[in-house]
């Protein structure tokens, strides 16, 4: 292996380039090929909290990265109207109580409810959800006994920026980037593999290894190598998407927020500097125009720029490790932005390719063992999405009917049916969303369960009863003591770009 060329910028491609970066140490040649005439998709402005360990994989300092990048910190996403109209609640990054002698802290909860009119919600229970709701934020406690270590967090921030302050470390740490089109990919007619990408002015960058970051059209995975694509529209028939930003206001949020509408869901994400808005919807069931209208109308602040349009299948390719080509980001599949995983998926794959990176030949147990974890990945991401429009209240329009009558993937039909049965969550070993995630979902969407975790008969109701009094008052004490989002950022990483 003597060199690896990246195809495409943007999030995807830089966040690549940084990371490969430190191949060049080892003699080998990192070159980036994008052309700035085209244009990014730039809705991945929100993201989950791992992010921190790309971010501490790379030394980034995160008070900088929130300077660079505008960003604003992201304690959870707020779903409004997803039960039913008028409805909402918080999917928090932080965990819900305290499990008690091996019973599950939302059973505890649920019995209480069950009981008592006075037991509280779930987001009482989570000290991240608590604050998000008070528009404060601090760093979490380093110290596993106080309340304060429970808080999780992530980040809103502008893609654009982000690309550039990794560009700039990418660069500046021995990435070659080339400026240009590409016209053309050349195969190798032994092996199939791809040896050079001709740009449109005929300049070759030939490569050992390739990394696909061309966004939706797949350059080389699926137009030069002839991956299909798989589509999972019959379950997220969303395929376009309207993205504007506006204004900022006042307060400044800490969470995203995704508000259902009649044939999907507009997304509203604060940074610093503005307000990224946008609606994915389902052309079948909604036109453009009408799509359009409600994006504009439901913005907080007035819009600094014209809607633009994008279109999408979700979906992922059969495989996303192909001969000499790995596809990072769009280029290998798409999952519409509701859980904000866009860029989790790129952090994941590129890990995974550092892991199995190859040597002078791919071994096919390399290339299997990617496609194995990547594609189980994306299915259970999939499974997650699936389920905030199939446990729905809603069938107000066509669209919600459809979504709530079609049959779920199996896997996903066997977590629905043990909520349902006894409110037990169990993810798979090693899924992202973790029961607490699913916990809040289930809990804020779906019908309360049939009946609970016989175990509870060990724990006594009023012992219970204390032990919630005491963890209501400590969380919601905690989250009042916390700064305000806003001072928080305008003290420690206001941005030149910010308001």
């Avoid at 990014?40 to 300092?61: C, F, K, M, W």
């Avoid at 608590?130 to 979490?140: C, M, S």
């Avoid at 002015?201 to 299909?228: I, M, Q, Y």
């Avoid at 729905?392 to 066997?414: I, M």
Wanted: a negative charge; glycine letters at 10%; charged letters at 20%.
């Amino acid at each position: 292996m003597k060199s690896v060329v990246i195809v495409g910028g943007g999030t995807a491609g830089w966040m690549t380039a940084a990371v490969l970066a430190r191949l060049t140490a080892a003699g080998i040649d990192v070159t980036l090929v994008e052309s700035e005439e085209i244009g990014t998709v730039g809705v991945g402005e929100a993201t989950i909290p791992s992010l921190h360990d790309y971010n501490q994989r790379l030394g980034i300092d995160e008070d900088a990265f929130v300077r660079a990048t505008s960003a604003t910190f992201k304690l959870g996403i707020e779903f409004v109207d997803w039960r039913r109209v008028g409805a909402r609640y918080l999917h928090p990054f932080g965990t819900f109580g305290r499990d008690v002698q091996g019973v599950k802290f939302h059973q505890l909860l649920l019995r209480a409810q069950r009981d008592a009119d006075s037991a509280g919600t779930l987001e009482d229970y989570c000290l991240t959800a608590v604050a998000a709701r008070l528009a404060r934020f601090t760093r979490p406690s380093r110290d596993p006994a106080a309340v304060l270590s429970s808080l999780r967090y992530a980040f809103h921030f502008d893609a654009g920026l982000y690309a550039t302050f990794l560009r700039e470390r990418a660069v500046g740490e021995g990435v070659t980037r080339v400026e240009g089109r590409i016209g053309s990919v050349e195969l190798s007619p032994d092996s199939g593999d791809i040896t050079t990408v001709v740009l449109s002015d005929g300049r070759r960058v030939a490569g050992d290894f390739f990394v696909d970051c061309s966004g939706f059209r797949s350059l080389l995975l699926g137009e030069a190598l002839g991956v299909p694509f798989v589509s999972w529209q019959r379950w997220l028939p969303c395929d376009r998407a309207l993205a504007v930003p506006s204004a900022p206001t006042a307060p400044l949020l800490p969470y995203t927020r995704a508000t259902a509408e009649k044939a999907g869901w507009r997304w509203r994400i604060p940074l610093q500097h503005r307000v990224g808005n946008g609606h994915v919807y389902a052309s079948a069931f909604v036109d453009d125009q009408r799509a359009a209208d409600a994006l504009l109308g439901g913005l907080d602040g007035a819009a600094s720029a014209e809607p633009r349009a994008l279109r999408f299948t979700a979906g992922v390719r059969e495989r996303l490790w192909e001969r000499n080509c790995v596809a990072i980001g769009l280029a290998g599949g798409f999952l519409e932005p509701l859980e904000s995983t866009s860029i989790h998926l790129i952090q994941s794959g590129i890990a995974r390719l550092m892991s199995l990176f190859p040597g002078a030949a791919t071994a096919p147990v390399e290339r299997d063992t990617y496609n194995r974890l990547l594609g189980t990945e994306y299915r259970q991401i999939r499974d997650f999405i699936i389920l905030h429009y199939h446990a729905t209240e809603r069938s107000d329009s066509d669209f919600w009917q459809h979504c709530r009558t079609t049959p779920p993937p199996d896997t996903l039909a066997e977590k629905l049916a043990l909520w349902r049965e006894r409110g037990r969550v169990l993810p798979e070993p090693g899924e992202l969303f973790t029961d607490d995630s699913w916990v809040a979902v289930l809990a804020g969407q779906d019908a309360a369960p049939a009946a609970l975790d016989p175990l509870l008969a060990a724990l006594p109701c009023d012992e219970a009863g204390r032990f919630l009094h005491h963890l209501h008052g400590v969380i919601a004490q905690t989250a009042a003591a916390m700064p305000d989002h806003a001072a928080f950022i305008a003290r420690h990483c206001a941005s030149a770009h910010g308001r």
